[in-house]
């Protein structure tokens, strides 16, 4: 089974400045997804960004930018320019490319409350 | 665009009591369909998942049931609550297997 790891379990960063969120995971397959996702206070879900692991390129959405890191199984989340609504408890996800049984579900880390200081 | 509602927001319910949580989504088709549990301060945990009207696949035994009587439509029910069942449960949505799942907006539900 795949199990997915962020071992920070809070952090914080000053306005306008550049974090790192860091994410390990397990698994013994050689293609899968990776997400990283955001629930800010109204606990609503949003997909910040999706990388898929035969893609050796690293995705980037604005802000948003992973350091894929594949035979170390790491996936990290970069925040540049970070603004006081990026404060969110943020979650990195996997999911398998096979599409039967218990494949099809999200496996989310515990998550990393990120506090953004004015 | 696809957009996906959840309802109620938020739900008290007395230990014993039934549970009916409604999602629906509009904007596309055959959509699969996700029910997920989260914990106080912990990560999200598969419920049900739906490919198709009335196919349910159930992740973890509980006491909690899951229907798709529409193509769009996913409910999340229970004929008697437990206090282990109070959390916040999330139903999401993806075009595919291999799409991105899309959230609600969450139940909290709180079992006295």
């Known amino acids: 089974a795949q199990t997915v790891t962020q071992s920070q379990p809070e952090m914080s960063v000053q306005e306008a400045e550049t974090v790192t969120l860091s994410c390990t995971y397990d698994t013994s397959e050689s293609d899968y997804y990776l997400f990283w996702y955001k629930q800010p206070p109204s606990r609503q879900m949003i997909l910040v960004i999706r990388q898929e692991a035969y893609k050796q390129q690293n995705a980037t959405e604005n802000r948003f930018s992973v350091n894929f890191q594949k035979a170390a199984k790491s996936f990290s989340l970069k925040i540049s320019d970070s603004q006081l609504g990026d404060a969110a408890m943020y979650f990195c996800?996997?999911?398998?490319?096979?599409?039967?049984?218990?494949?099809?579900?999200?496996?989310f880390g515990s998550g990393t409350q990120l506090t953004v200081l004015p | 665009s696809q957009t996906i509602h959840q309802w109620p927001a938020t739900l008290v319910q007395p230990v014993g009591s039934p549970l009916s949580l409604e999602c629906t989504v509009e904007?596309?088709?055959?959509?699969?369909l996700y029910w997920y549990r989260q914990a106080a301060g912990r990560g999200l945990q598969l419920l049900f998942y739906?490919?198709?009207?009335?196919?349910i696949s159930s992740e973890v035994p509980q006491n909690l049931s899951a229907s798709r009587p529409q193509d769009r439509q996913f409910i999340l029910s229970s004929k008697k609550l437990l206090l282990s069942d109070s959390g916040f449960y999330l139903c999401?949505?993806?075009?595919?297997?291999?799409?991105?799942?899309?959230f609600g907006d969450g139940t909290r539900l709180s079992i006295l």
């Open positions: 904007g596309t088709s055959n959509p699969n």
């Open positions: 999401a949505w993806s075009a595919s297997d291999n799409q991105p799942q899309h």
């Open positions: 739906s490919v198709g009207i009335g196919q």
């Open positions: 996800a996997y999911r398998s490319v096979f599409s039967s049984g218990s494949a099809r579900q999200l496996t």
